[in-house]
T-cell receptor
Framework: AQSVTQPDIHITVSEGASLELRCNYSYGATPYLFWYVQSPGQGLQLLLKYFSGDTLVQGIKGFEAEFKRSQSSFNLRKPSVHWSDAAEYFCAVGARLTGGGNKLTFGTGTQLKVEL | DTAVSQTPKYLVTQMGNDKSIKCEQNLGHDTMYWYKQDSKKFLKIMFSYNNKELIINETVPNRFSPKSPDKAHLNLHINSLELGDSAVYFC????????????????FGPGTRLLVL
């Protein structure tokens, strides 16, 4: 069964500082990996995704993530955090279903606070 | 244009009532999903429908019944609401089949915040 671990429940960074959010996954085959962001009171927005190829993927809002198979990790990074980045961040692993669609398994999320 | 929309956005109701949440997507997707996000922000899949056919049915009380009138809509009906049903419910959609990456990418609605008193 697939699973995702986000070891950091809360992270606080100063505006302008760099950010790294950790994600470890467990999956038997080639993983499909995602980062979603949830702003307060809002839905989930897809930041970026990895399927194959280049292990460094670029996303929206200046975020990037690096897939490391040897470490079963897919950490999210941003070189300079803005106050508007304060939100809940979810890592997820997906598995396609033969009946159609896919099954996403989410981590427990990391809440990011940005100090001005 | 909202890709995945849900109504209502907020729902406050009494224990024992029956309520429905509606979801519509205009992305042309064949597969739709319902998720529950609990008070600790944990997201868990409840149901998945592919072209009106049930694909995933996780361990959910049978008080919850999804209904898909067509592939663009997936509604969630909840009978005999309980305090523990208070949560945020998200609808999502994806392609049913496709090249790697496209079948696996889900797009989420804004959520429906349900409070049972």
């Amino acid at each position: 069964a697939q699973s995702v671990t986000q070891p950091d429940i809360h992270i606080t960074v100063s505006e302008g500082a760099s950010l790294e959010l950790r994600c470890n996954y467990s999956y038997g085959a080639t993983p499909y990996l995602f980062w979603y962001v949830q702003s307060p009171g809002q839905g989930l927005q897809l930041l970026l995704k990895y399927f194959s190829g280049d292990t460094l993927v670029q996303g929206i809002k200046g975020f990037e993530a690096e897939f490391k198979r040897s470490q079963s990790s897919f950490n999210l990074r941003k070189p300079s955090v803005h106050w508007s980045d304060a939100a809940e961040y979810f890592c997820a692993v997906g598995a396609r279903l033969t009946g159609g669609g896919n099954k996403l398994t989410f981590g427990t999320g990391t809440q990011l606070k940005v100090e001005l | 244009d909202t890709a995945v929309s849900q109504t209502p956005k907020y729902l406050v109701t009494q224990m024992g009532n029956d309520k429905s949440i509606k979801c519509e997507q205009n992305l042309g997707h064949d597969t739709m999903y319902w998720y529950k996000q609990d008070s600790k922000k944990f997201l868990k899949i409840m149901f998945s429908y592919n072209n009106k056919e049930l694909i995933i049915n996780e361990t959910v009380p049978n008080r919850f019944s999804p209904k898909s009138p067509d592939k663009a809509h997936l509604n969630l009906h909840i009978n005999s609401l309980e305090l523990g049903d208070s949560a945020v419910y998200f609808c999502a959609s994806s392609q049913a089949f496709g090249v790697a990456g496209f079948q696996e990418t889900q797009y989420f609605g804004p959520g429906t915040r349900l409070l049972v008193l």
